[in-house]
């Protein structure tokens, strides 16, 4: 009865304590039926060469459905520059109009115009792959904070003249894409930028990784 007794007061100091870290944790649990935005994992191993726009959002749905959010339409944030008789594309013209939350229920951005100001929540403790993991930031080692994207800061694609692109997602070799840093931190002309923070030193998985990415790029949910 004694040693029962003095147990009483410890399981009194825990209570409050648990009680008060449940909330956080369920906070962190991944959430699938509701994300509509994620980093990719893993790229398709072959540098900037994604099979085009098609390739790439077959990618982002192949990784959803694995990770239980298959039900959504999911295409690349990628932008393609006019080539061929064919207009540009802008990235943020095909990935719906929002609002996006990523694997663990975090709204990211409430619409196009939001994603592209600088009050969205996007960053390295916001922008997490698909099945709720941190992607590895300034700092880390290997480092993967550069994104493809191909766009400017708002979004859309350069003028022609430049490849920003690695030929529109075709390339693995010469060129060069335009990266964004998913923790907003490091070097470039727009450092901070989740979208467009500088251009690639080429287009082969080497040349990305030399710079501090992985082929890695983000996925909306478009519906």
């Known amino acids: 009865m004694r040693m029962a007794?003095?147990?009483?007061?410890?399981?009194?100091?825990?209570?409050?304590?648990?009680?008060?870290?449940?909330?956080?944790?369920?906070?962190?649990?991944?959430?699938?039926?509701?994300?509509?935005?994620?980093?990719?994992?893993?790229?398709?191993?072959?540098?900037?060469?994604?099979?085009?726009?098609?390739?790439?959002?077959?990618?982002?749905?192949?990784?959803?459905?694995a990770a239980g959010a298959g039900e959504h339409i999911w295409h690349a944030y990628l932008s393609t520059s006019a080539t061929d008789g064919k207009p540009a594309v802008n990235a943020r013209d095909r990935i719906g109009t929002g609002p996006w939350y990523n694997a663990t229920g975090v709204m990211i951005a409430q619409s196009v115009a939001h994603l592209h100001d600088s009050t969205a929540n996007t960053g390295k403790?916001?922008?997490?792959?698909?099945?709720?993991?941190?992607?590895?930031?300034?700092?880390?080692?290997?480092?993967?904070?550069?994104?493809?994207?191909?766009?400017?800061?708002?979004?859309?694609?350069?003028?022609?003249?430049?490849?920003?692109?690695?030929?529109?997602?075709?390339?693995?070799?010469?060129?060069?894409a335009r990266v964004g840093h998913h923790d907003r931190q490091g070097g470039g002309e727009f450092p901070t930028s989740w979208n467009a923070a500088h251009p690639s030193r080429g287009c082969s998985q080497d040349n990305l990784k030399a710079s501090g990415g992985a082929a890695l790029f983000y996925c909306f949910g478009i519906n």
């Open 5 to 65: 007794l003095r147990a009483l007061p410890l399981a009194f100091a825990l209570a409050p304590l648990t009680a008060a870290l449940t909330p956080i944790d369920a906070l962190a649990q991944p959430n699938p039926a509701k994300m509509t935005f994620f980093i990719t994992s893993a790229g398709l191993g072959n540098g900037a060469d994604l099979g085009g726009l098609a390739g790439a959002d077959q990618h982002c749905a192949m990784l959803a459905k």
């Open 125 to 176: 403790q916001t922008s997490l792959d698909e099945k709720g993991g941190m992607v590895n930031g300034r700092g880390d080692t290997p480092n993967t904070h550069d994104i493809l994207t191909g766009s400017t800061p708002d979004g859309r694609a350069y003028p022609p003249g430049t490849d920003t692109t690695c030929n529109n997602w075709t390339s693995s070799g010469d060129g060069s």
